[in-house]
């Protein structure tokens, strides 16, 4: 099964993802997280992609598909994979086209001001990535991850300014992409602004179908 999620920053991508994952026992691909990853660790593709990411602003094209192309010949991805945070762009899913065959397409719908309202109280591990609300999904312990005991932290690019840079991109980048899929007929609308668990159904009941 080979799925990809788009939505907003904020619109619980990841969260979705991690239970997706988990569920149907397929790899979680995340190219933000591969990014950030790559910045921590002040490899050659984070250095080129650390201003991108730290302003908002997209990875170019050829640098990401070099990296997905890589990623997508693992062995993990033999029996499916869900890809969150890519493509991002028509001439990603172009490229994408090229190498993998998509089943479905979520798209997780969520306002602006909800989105601003999410990301200003969002945490995220600094050891594993698991992502944290102060109100939706508060940690156990205070600034500690449930997961793997790691610094919960607030991502630079969360900052309000950067959110809102992010969000005019996904307006103008990324919602082209809908249509794209959407003319392939694959494209599955999701309101994001729902409890976890019921998004998570209807993405359930979309896949069980
Ligand atoms: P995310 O964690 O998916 O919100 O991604 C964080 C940042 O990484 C984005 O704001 C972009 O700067 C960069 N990024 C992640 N995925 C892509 C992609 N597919 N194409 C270009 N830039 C990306």
Redesign the pocket.
Known sequence: MKLILVGP?GSG??TQADMISRHYKIPHI????I??ENIKNETALGKL?KE??ES??????EL?IRLMRKRLKAPDCRNGFLL??????VD?AKELEKLEKIDMVFSLEVSDDEVVRRISRRLICRKCGASYHLDFKPPKKEGICDKCGGELYQRD?DKEEVVKK?LE?YREQTEPLLRFYDEKHILHRINGEQPIEKVFKDIQEIIEV
């Open positions: 920053p991508k990841g995340s190219t933000g997280d990014l950030r992609a991108y990411v908002g602003r997209l990875v170019p094209d990401i969150d945070g890519f493509p991002r762009t990603q690019d992010r991109v």
